[in-house]
């Protein structure tokens, strides 16, 4: 199973990004898919998910600026994240959760600085 997260870099202040993650070797829809970040010194917080069905779910700190989207097709889930502040600067990694069972399975992570 692998999870290969794209898309991350270096911002402005208001600035936007959008990640992807790359699923293989799961049946993609079947999982709900998430994007959790960690910064350094503080514990690993979720961002956003996405069920199978397509129900979403996002934390207070990101709503109305972040969308996630998966595409079945392409086995990938996405995040767009626009109006980024400093406080976003992390290590954004992807989730898989099996809807079935227990499996769970997260990627390597890719960086978000925002800064000025």
């Known amino acids: 199973v692998q999870l290969v997260e794209l898309g991350g870099g270096s911002v402005q202040p208001g600035g936007s990004l959008r990640l992807s993650c790359a699923a293989s070797g799961i049946t993609f829809s079947m999982y709900t898919m998430g994007w959790y970040r960690q910064a350094p010194g503080k514990q690993r917080e979720m961002v956003a998910d996405i069920t199978s069905g397509g129900s979403t779910n996002y934390a207070d700190s990101v709503k109305g600026r972040f969308t996630i989207s998966r595409d079945n097709a392409k086995n990938t889930v996405y995040l767009q994240m626009n109006s980024l502040k400093p406080e976003d600067t992390a290590a954004y990694l992807c989730?898989?959760?099996?809807?079935?069972?227990?499996?769970?399975?997260w990627g390597q992570g890719t960086q978000v600085t925002v800064s000025s």
């Open positions: 989730r898989a959760r099996f809807d079935r069972g227990t499996l769970d399975y």
